[in-house]
């Protein structure tokens, strides 16, 4: 059964940091493109980080861009987000999902096919 597992989320002060995991079970995750994505309440799915499936590529958000890094473990099945300078706007669920193999990766959320069921990340003092 193919399935992603996000891990790491919880409550921080703004300021701080969080180290998401997405973990891959049943299949291999190095096969394939991996974006993290994030949800707000009331607000639309968007995207946050993508990484190719060889790691040569990477793309963020004009909003995270500087603060958040993307990376993969493929001998691990793992790909990390560490997010730091965390905001409150920063606050919601956030997703991985896996994308075929490209050469450059994309934020489209449409693009996605498999998903993880989410942690919550929460920035609040």
């Known amino acids: 059964q193919v399935q992603l597992v996000e891990s790491g989320g919880g409550l921080v002060q703004p300021g701080g940091s969080l180290r998401l995991s997405c973990l891959a079970s049943?299949?291999?995750?190095?096969?394939?493109?991996i974006g993290w994505f994030r949800q707000a309440p009331g607000k639309e799915r968007e995207g946050v980080s993508c990484?190719?499936?060889?790691?040569?590529?990477?793309r963020y958000s004009d909003s995270v861009r500087g603060r958040f890094t993307i990376s993969r473990d493929n001998v691990k099945n793992v790909v990390y987000l560490q997010m730091n300078s965390l905001k409150p706007e920063d606050t919601a669920v956030y997703y991985c999902?896996?994308?075929?193999?490209?050469?450059?990766?994309?934020?489209?959320?449409?693009?996605?096919?498999?998903w993880g069921q989410g942690t919550q990340v929460t920035v609040s003092s």
């Open positions: 990484i190719s499936n060889r790691g040569g590529s990477t």
């Open positions: 999902a896996t994308d075929r193999p490209n050469r450059f990766c994309t934020l489209e959320v449409a693009r996605y096919d498999d």
């Open positions: 049943g299949f291999t995750l190095n096969y394939y493109t």
